[in-house]
Nanobody, 128 residues
């Protein structure tokens, strides 16, 4: 049974940093794509970043480029999202997701529909 468990959320002032982690278990994830999505109150779920586990290839939404970094740790089977220079508009519930298929384009890899497994989410709140 696949499990994705997020941790690391919290309250931070604007300009601060947080590091989210997603512990993945129940499969060998080396052929998967792992993504981070976020959802603010009253808004649709939004793609944040993704990484292909086998190659380390990364994708980011424009709003976080240069501020967020996604990475994976093969030994610990975890995917992390380092978030720097946080802004109040980054406030949301952040969820980790796993796509067992091969999503070749940004348009596909950024769609929540292609992801097969989801974590429960962790709250990130950025105060101004």
């Amino acid at each position: 049974q696949v499990q994705l468990v997020e941790s690391g959320g919290g309250l931070v002032q604007a300009g601060g940093s947080l590091r989210l982690s997603c512990a993945a278990s129940g499969r060998t994830f080396t052929s998967y794509t792992m993504g981070w999505f976020r959802q603010a109150p009253g808004k649709e779920r939004e793609f944040v970043a993704a990484i292909r586990w086998s190659t380390g290839t990364t994708h980011y939404t424009d709003a976080v480029k240069g501020r967020f970094t996604i990475s994976r740790d093969n030994a610990k089977s975890t995917v992390s999202l380092q978030m720097n220079n946080l802004k109040p508009e980054d406030t949301a519930v952040y969820s980790c997701a796993a796509d067992r298929g091969y999503s070749a384009t940004y348009a596909v890899i950024s769609s929540p529909r292609v992801y097969d497994y989801w974590g429960q989410g962790t709250q990130v709140t950025v105060s101004s």
